[in-house]
Nanobody, 111 residues
Framework: QVQLVESGGGLVQPGGSLRLSCAAS????????VSWYRQALGKERELVAG???????NYADSVKGRFTISRDIARKTVHLQMNNLKVEDTAVYYC?????WGKGILVTVSP
């Protein structure tokens, strides 16, 4: 069974950076679109960034210019580089491929 595991979350101050990783148990990233979502407490899950199998990339307006999604097919990993983090970026971040979701990882941005 294919599994997605997120890592790299944690506590950071506003203006700081974190790099999230999503590792797959099998090589699936080259053939499928991959997305990062997030869900803040009391809010609906929202799309943060996505990369298609053809390397087309899209970002939520709220993270454009600050977040970068990338794919390392050889290492079966997708990354989300998050710079200039804001308090409102605090959320559980999820990796998604097709209908498969990771369990999520918490990112907390706090002074």
């Amino acid at each position: 069974q294919v599994q997605l595991v997120e890592s790299g979350g944690g506590l950071v101050q506003p203006g700081g950076s974190l790099r999230l990783s999503c590792a797959a148990s099998v090589s699936i990233f080259s053939m499928n679109a991959v997305s990062w979502y997030r869900q803040a407490l009391g809010k609906e899950r929202e799309l943060v960034a996505g990369i298609s199998s053809g390397d087309s990339i899209n970002y939520a307006d709220s993270v454009k210019g600050r977040f970068t999604i990338s794919r390392d097919i050889a290492r079966k990993t997708v990354h989300l580089q998050m710079n200039n983090l804001k308090v409102e970026d605090t959320a559980v971040y999820y990796c998604k491929v097709s209908t498969l979701w990771g369990k999520g990882i918490l990112v907390t941005v706090s002074p």
